[in-house]
């Protein structure tokens, strides 16, 4: 494996070791605490949530986290199929053109092999050549 992928796969293992721990230490603390009467307040605009147990409240942000790290995978995917299929592509299309560049050289070519493989006609039987 080269040293590349090395350093990307322990930057990815540290980016989950450090989601993880983040994510069990804020279920822990949203378990514990009462939720009973929160109020939230987005933009100056005030949202009091219903009473929500510490599990519902853990239970609804694992949800969302998991759909961000699925939603995170497809898009990584998807990206990374774009990327390749834009490299076949380029290839593709580089191949096509150096053969058609190259064309009438390996026309030439193929018609002076054909030429220097195909054998003299022998001398008819029966004639004498000059001497």
Not at 54 to 76: D, E, P
Request: hydrophobic share 70%.
């Amino acid at each position: 494996m080269s040293t590349g992928w090395r350093w990307t796969w322990a930057a990815v293992t540290i980016v989950l070791v450090v989601a993880v721990a983040m994510g069990v230490s804020i279920a822990a603390v949203l378990s514990a605490l009462p939720l009973d009467q929160a109020t939230l307040v987005i933009d100056g605009e005030r949202v009091s949530l219903p009473a929500v147990s510490g599990w519902q409240a853990t239970l609804a942000l694992t949800m969302a986290l998991l759909a961000v790290l699925l939603a995170s995978l497809i898009a990584i995917a998807i990206a990374i199929a774009a990327a390749a299929l834009g490299v076949a592509v380029a290839a593709i299309v580089v191949t096509l053109t150096m053969l058609l560049v190259a064309s009438p050289v390996l026309l030439i070519g193929w018609v002076v092999w054909l030429l220097a493989r195909r054998p003299s006609k022998p001398a008819p039987t029966g004639v004498v050549a000059a001497a």
